[in-house]
């Protein structure tokens, strides 16, 4: 939801921030000046929640208050709206999954054995709870178990953009889970494929490699794992690009990855290889007989279907 009114349990309200009073304001005699829910202004807070605000009304009386008897007039106004993680924690939003599936390490053929499972997929919120005033979370997380599922119109927008993680989704070997709304998604998974892959793709790896290269100057290091991850990121674009399918399997480059990995590649063939990737990169581009953009209308209609079918209560 979006301007959610977020009150950490730290949080002292400063100098001039409008309160509301939860309670009744009593004056020195004990009768009452203002009622609860009246409107006040901090003129001085405390140093903790343990002493008192010093809060000013409209009539210019001042009244001592704790902290457990005001509210944020911002987070009072909000009511309800403001507590929508309650009440999207009982409708059982991961009962909502359509799709799971297996990615990382495991799925690209680089496990070992500390290797964690990860798993991805895809959420269809109910239809009352996507209209209502709540709205749905765009990601559900449990990071206790490594998963995570994305709400369908976000996974289908981060599809449409490229976004290498989610490609990975629709193209793993791994799939666990899948409605036959979902079967139907990954029948139609090459209409997110696209030239866009080379901007995505390519563009990311540099910005990253950038990075490292200052990494290296300053420390004298970069992260082993995420440096195979950008060289294996390459070789994944290079052959979307020719041969219209994402590889999710490292295949015939494992050993090779793994040796970044392990950190026994020598930086400077670390850094010849990827240049000569980005130079087959280059030429995929120029070859490719993929569409400068993807399908939008197939995956509207998708879309479209989808919200159609979250009215009713069993899962498509």
Request: net charge negative.
């Amino acid at each position: 939801m979006k301007n959610r009114i977020h009150n950490s349990p730290n949080l002292i309200y400063s100098t001039g921030t409008q309160v509301v009073a939860l309670k009744q304001v009593q004056g020195t005699n004990g009768q009452a000046v203002h009622p609860a829910g009246a409107v006040g202004v901090v003129v001085c807070a405390p140093c903790d929640r343990q002493h008192s605000y010093r809060v000013r009304f409209v009539d210019g009386f001042e009244a001592a208050l704790h902290h457990d008897n005001l509210m944020l007039l911002a987070e009072y106004k909000q009511g309800a709206i403001n507590d929508s993680d309650k009440v999207l924690s009982t409708h059982g939003l991961f009962d909502r999954v359509i799709y799971r599936c297996v990615v990382g390490s495991r799925a690209f053929g680089l496990e070992t054995e500390d290797s964690d499972t990860d798993r991805r997929g895809i959420y269809l919120p109910p239809a009352d709870l996507h209209w209502s005033l709540y709205g749905v979370p765009g990601q559900l997380e449990n990071q206790e178990t490594e998963e995570a599922y994305w709400e369908i119109q976000k996974f289908l927008i981060m599809a449409l953009k490229g976004n290498p993680n989610i490609l990975e989704c629709l193209y793993t070997p791994l799939v666990e889970y899948a409605t036959p709304l979902a079967r139907e998604l990954l029948d139609m998974r090459d209409v997110f494929l696209s030239r866009l892959v080379y901007q995505t793709y390519n563009g990311y790896v540099m910005s990253q490699f950038k990075k490292m290269q200052k990494d290296l100057s300053n420390r004298g290091k970069a992260k082993p794992k995420h440096v195979m991850h950008l060289i294996r990121l390459l070789l994944s674009g290079i052959h979307v690009l020719r041969e219209g399918f994402v590889p999710v399997d490292v295949g015939p480059y494992r050993d090779q990855l793994l040796a970044i990995k392990n950190g026994d590649m020598p930086w400077d063939d670390v850094e010849a290889w990827r240049l000569q990737l980005h130079e087959e990169f280059d030429q995929a581009l120029e070859k490719t007989i993929l569409p400068e953009r993807p399908d939008y209308e197939r995956a509207n209609d998708f879309l479209l279907k989808a919200r159609r079918m979250a009215v009713e209560e069993e899962l498509p």
